[in-house]
């Protein structure tokens, strides 16, 4: 199968989570369905454990936000790490 060429889809965010592959007119392998990034899936994983055990955190940030920007700040280093793990 050949890499992800979805336009939206950059290193920096993973790539698909969930992608769908079908036959095209070829028979050949193609990607038809890109849905979430995998950043987008990991910032949801985090964003539901943030919610179940909340972190102590001083910030002018509202709740909602508090916990969006953390976990988004926990996907990117999911992704970081990940990354490393496969160099």
């Not at 102590?56 to 940030?61: A, G, N």
């Not at 916990?67 to 160099?87: G, Q, T, W």
């Amino acid at each position: 199968m050949s890499k992800n060429t979805h336009p939206a889809a950059t290193h920096c965010d993973g790539g698909p989570a969930f992608p769908v592959w079908e036959l095209n007119g070829n028979g050949q392998p193609e990607m038809t369905g890109f849905g979430l990034s995998v950043r987008d899936y990991f910032a949801a994983k985090a964003m539901a454990a943030i919610i179940a055990e909340p972190l102590p955190m001083h910030t002018q940030m509202s709740g909602a936000d508090i916990v969006a920007h953390a976990a988004y700040m926990m996907a990117d280093a999911m992704l970081k790490a990940r990354e490393a793990s496969n160099d």
